[in-house]
């Protein structure tokens, strides 16, 4: 089993920035790549990044050049570097794991408004 908590969402202005961070802790040996989705009111949940225990990243378009996501040598930890915040950025943020099965946070609200 795979637990993941998220933290540092809350509210930005546009043009702001914020950073998510995701704790795996459990069964992490098993885990091959940590991601972060969204899903804003209405819509369904989308890729935003995510990145493999060897490092390769997968950034979606809408956001490339603006977030950034990482992690720290002993893959208990993955972040979400999210620069130049834009109102469509509002959503939830949830933390991914793969590893023999499919693990989800309790998620992250994030919200730029003016």
């Known amino acids: 089993q795979v637990q993941l908590v998220e933290s540092g969402g809350g509210l930005a202005q546009p043009g702001g920035s914020l950073r998510l961070s995701c704790v795996a802790s459990?069964?992490?040996?098993?885990?091959?790549?940590i991601g972060w989705y969204r899903q804003a009111p209405g819509k369904q949940r989308e890729l935003v990044a995510t990145i493999t225990r060897g490092g390769a990243t997968n950034t979606a378009n809408s956001v490339k050049g603006r977030f950034t996501i990482s992690r720290d040598t002993t893959w208990t930890s993955v972040y979400l570097q999210m620069n130049s915040l834009k109102p469509e950025d509002t959503a939830i943020y949830y933390c991914n794991a793969e590893a023999y099965q499919t693990y989800w946070g309790q998620g992250t609200q994030v919200t730029v408004s003016s």
């Open positions: 459990g069964s992490i040996f098993s885990i091959y790549s």
